[in-house]
C-alpha cells in the first residue's frame, strides 16, 4: 500500500491556476492507478480525474474536461492535477486516492485517501 499526502492548494482568482501534488511513500506507487476527486461544503465527494498505472491512460470528469490535467511521474511516486481556467464553482477540498476498483469514476473503487488540500477560487 501507499500514503499520499496532497499540497498545492490555496486561494486563486478565477481563471487563474494551481498545480496540486500527491506524493506517494513505498515502492508500490506504480502499480496502481491514481485519482483526484474533490469535496465542497454540504455535497458528495465527487470525481475529478484518473489516471493509469503506466500513465498512458487518463479520464476527467465532464465539469473539468479541458481545463484539468492529471499526470504522473512513477520515478518521483507523484502524481499531478494541473487546474486552468479556475471557475469558483471549483473550490472544494481535493483528495487523491489509489485505485483498485474496476470502475476510476466511484470513490469506492480506492483507497489510501489522502489529507486533502482546500483549493478556493474567488469570483
Known amino acids: 500500500q501507499v500514503q499520499l499526502v496532497e499540497s498545492g492548494g490555496g486561494l486563486v482568482q478565477a481563471g487563474g491556476s494551481l498545480r496540486l501534488s500527491c506524493a506517494a511513500s513505498?515502492?508500490?506507487?506504480?502499480?496502481?492507478?491514481m485519482g483526484w476527486f474533490r469535496q465542497a461544503p454540504g455535497k458528495e465527494r465527487e470525481f475529478v480525474a484518473a489516471i493509469l498505472r503506466s500513465g498512458g491512460g487518463t479520464y476527467y470528469a465532464d465539469s473539468v474536461k479541458g481545463r484539468f490535467t492529471i499526470s504522473r511521474d512513477n520515478a518521483k511516486n507523484t502524481v499531478y492535477l494541473e487546474m486552468n481556467s479556475l471557475k469558483p464553482e471549483d473550490t472544494a477540498v481535493y483528495y487523491c486516492a489509489a485505485q483498485i476498483g474496476s470502475y476510476y469514476y466511484t470513490s469506492a473503487s480506492y483507497i489510501n485517501w489522502g489529507q486533502g488540500t482546500q483549493v478556493t477560487v474567488s469570483s
Open positions: 513505498g515502492r508500490t506507487f506504480s502499480n496502481y492507478g
